[in-house]
Every structure is written in structure tokens, then in C-alpha cells.
């Protein structure tokens, strides 16, 4: 059974930091491309972050590139979304996602795209 569990979520304050981690079980993702979505509250979920499955090549929202780095862990199978200079509007739940294709080295953006989704972590940013 297809598993991912996301971590690292909390309460912090603006200009903070938080580093969420996304771990995949069930079957081996180091092929797949991963992502990182977000949803606020009476939002749509909307992308965050992408990253081949090689991890060479990564792509970012505009509202949060520069400030937050997508990341694999060497077995593929973990997936890190470090998030320095946090801010209100970062406020939402966060789902890392697996895509669908497999062994293409790139990045995903469309929530189509990806088909096993974790339950989310909770991040609050409070002014």
C-alpha cells in the first residue's frame, strides 16, 4: 500500500523558519518526480514546489521561490520542503504528492500530474 506522511508542520511566526519532510512507502519513488501543493483555508490547493526524481531539476511557485528550497533525500523516497521567511499568506495545509510518470527526469506543476497524495501538515504563520 502507497504511503506518504508528512511532517514538520507548526506554528511560527513571520519571518520564520520550518522544514517539512514528506516520507513515501509501499513501493520505490526514487523514478518518480515529487511535489509539494498547499491549501489555505476557503482556497484551492494551488503548487508549491516541484523536483525531478533525480533531483536535478527543480521548479517553484512564484510566491514562494527564492524563499522556500524543495529537496530529495538519497534513497528518493523522502522529500524535504525547507521554508525560511515565512509570512501569513504561507498559512495553509501542506500535501507532498507523487507523480505519475515514471523515469522522465522532470518536474510536475498540474495536480493531475500526481496521483498518491499524503494527508498534510498544518503550518500556521502568525504576524
Known amino acids: 500500500q502507497v504511503q506518504l506522511v508528512e511532517s514538520g508542520g507548526g506554528l511560527v511566526q513571520a519571518g520564520d523558519s520550518l522544514r517539512l519532510s514528506c516520507a513515501a512507502s509501499g513501493r520505490t519513488f526514487s523514478r518518480y518526480g515529487m511535489g509539494w501543493f498547499r491549501q489555505a483555508p476557503g482556497q484551492e490547493r494551488e503548487f508549491v514546489a516541484a523536483i525531478s526524481w533525480s533531483g536535478n531539476t527543480t521548479y517553484y511557485a512564484d510566491s514562494v521561490r527564492g524563499r522556500f528550497t524543495i529537496s530529495r533525500g538519497n534513497a528518493k523516497n523522502t522529500v524535504d520542503l525547507q521554508m525560511d521567511s515565512l509570512n501569513t499568506e504561507d498559512t495553509a495545509f501542506y500535501y507532498c504528492a507523487t507523480a505519475l510518470a515514471v523515469g522522465d527526469d522532470y518536474y510536475y ?9 499524503g494527508r498534510g501538515t498544518q503550518v500556521v504563520v502568525s504576524s
Open 109 to 117: 506543476v498540474e495536480e493531475n500530474d500526481y496521483n498518491y497524495w
